[in-house]
């Protein structure tokens, strides 16, 4: 019937436009990948797509769940960090729990930092801005001290 295929058409070219758009948006949603949680009393937590370069415009938050809950020590070991530096730290940073007194950026290989927490899950966020895209971070952690309960 005339009519029908004339209604037909329109809809298939249509259909296909916007299967098409689909696949090519497909790629581009990077800041809609989950973030990565790690579990365990010791391992490591690393970037997105460590050791390739993290992307911009994001924040990229680690959930690290012990084992037990604390109060408890957690040593850190920057064991490869390489993140954009600005003073203050103002580009990108990395918090360890939110805590915006230490921010760190910079490239610092080796470094050691304790983290003192009460429960049994601490974070890493990696906060980038706009440009300068670097490797970012493998970190490895253990538990140091746990506090016995009697
Ligand atoms: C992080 O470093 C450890 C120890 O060198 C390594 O085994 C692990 O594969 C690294 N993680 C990634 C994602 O490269
Ligand atoms: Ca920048
Ligand atoms: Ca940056």
Redesign the pocket.
């Known amino acids: 019937m005339p009519l029908s295929s004339a209604l037909f058409l329109p809809l298939v070219l249509f259909v296909s436009v916007v299967t098409f758009e689909f696949s090519l948006a497909d790629p581009e949603v990077s800041s809609a990948q989950p973030d990565n949680n790690v579990r365990g009393n010791s391992g ?1 937590i ?1 970037s997105r797509n ?2 390739e370069n993290y992307p911009n415009d994001e924040d990229y938050e680690v959930t690290v769940t012990l084992d037990q809950a604390g109060p408890q020590t957690v040593e850190l070991t920057l ?1 490869d960090f390489d993140v954009e530096r600005c003073t203050l730290c103002d580009c990108d940073n990395v918090l360890i729990n939110g805590d915006g007194s230490n921010r760190l950026c910079g490239v610092k290989n080796g470094q050691k930092i304790s983290v003192d927490v009460a429960g049994d899950t601490f974070t890493v966020t990696l906060h980038t801005d706009d440009d300068v895209e670097k490797r970012g971070f ?1 970190i490895s952690y253990n538990v140091e001290q746990g506090e016995s309960v009697c």
């Open positions: 490591y690393t460590y050791p064991d493998n």
